[in-house]
T-cell receptor
Framework: DQQVKQNSPSLSVQEGRISILNCDYT??????FLWYKKYPAEGPTFLIS?????DKNEDGRFTVFLNKSAKHLSLHIVPSQPGDSAVYFC???????????????FGSGTQLTVLP | DAGVTQSPTHLIKTRGQQVTLRCSPK?????VSWYQQALGQGPQFIFQ???????QRGNFPDRFSGHQFPNYSSELNVNALLLGDSALYLC??????????????FGPGTRLTVL
């Protein structure tokens, strides 16, 4: 049972345009969400996160939107650049007892290709 | 400031063998989590170590075990290797009391191939 889903395996966007990557989740206990970017032969790199008490978080060209009622989040990249071409993973976590850090549940990823 | 490092980069083993993977966390971090990423999938949580104890565990069999050392570095051991254990193994470190919702920083991974 996939608790975090990224239904689009791939996305192609023209340079300078907006990239929108989507993610759905099923576990109502998730209260913290993250996006990671992964290049081949490298580990995932943290991009941006959002707490469930917010509906939007912005960091430069990257904005994450959270719709709790729909259990949906999206990552917007504006403007898109060829260097943004990578696999993007959505991840989620829930509050746990003290003495433990959160474990992340990942989606299967979306390959973003930004065309020059 | 050194990030998360993992060794070895690549490893080839045969079925039934045992393997040990190593991870050094980012400077200042005290918690290490291990993930398995199969081809075409997202990383799956294996377990997490803090204060040299396993704190959380994902849905992985007992063949997967680990250890954390006093310097916060960690090892992942897999016994009786199966073909299905072939994957990229990722280590992530975080600071338990970091106040930033424990953002995890990943190493480059160890690519394990089981023949």
């Amino acid at each position: 049972d996939q608790q975090v889903k990224q239904n689009s395996p791939s996305l192609s966007v023209q340079e300078g345009r907006i990239s929108i990557l989507n993610c759905d989740y099923t576990n109502s206990m998730f209260d913290y969400f993250l996006w990671y970017k992964k290049y081949p032969a490298e580990g995932p790199t943290f991009l941006i996160s959002i707490s469930s008490i917010k509906d939007k978080n912005e960091d430069g060209r990257f904005t994450v939107f959270l719709n709790k009622s729909a259990k949906h989040l999206s990552l917007h990249i504006v403007p898109s650049q060829p260097g943004d071409s990578a696999v993007y993973f959505c991840a989620a976590s829930s509050s746990i007892s003290s003495g433990s850090a959160r474990q992340l549940t990942f989606g299967s990823g979306t390959q973003l290709t930004v065309l020059p | 400031d050194a990030g998360v490092t993992q060794s070895p980069t690549h490893l080839i083993k045969t079925r039934g063998q045992q393997v040990t993977l190593r991870c050094s966390p980012k400077s200042g971090h005290d918690t290490v989590s291990w993930y398995q990423q199969a081809l075409g999938q997202g990383p799956q949580f294996i377990f997490q170590y803090y204060e040299e104890e396993e704190r959380q565990r994902g849905n992985f069999p007992d063949r997967f075990s680990g250890h954390q050392f006093p310097n916060y570095s960690s090892e992942l051991n897999v016994n009786a290797l199966l073909l299905g254990d072939s994957a990229l193994y990722l280590c992530a470190s975080s600071l338990l009391a970091g106040g930033s919702r424990d953002t995890q920083y990943f190493g480059p991974g160890t690519r394990l191939t089981v023949l």
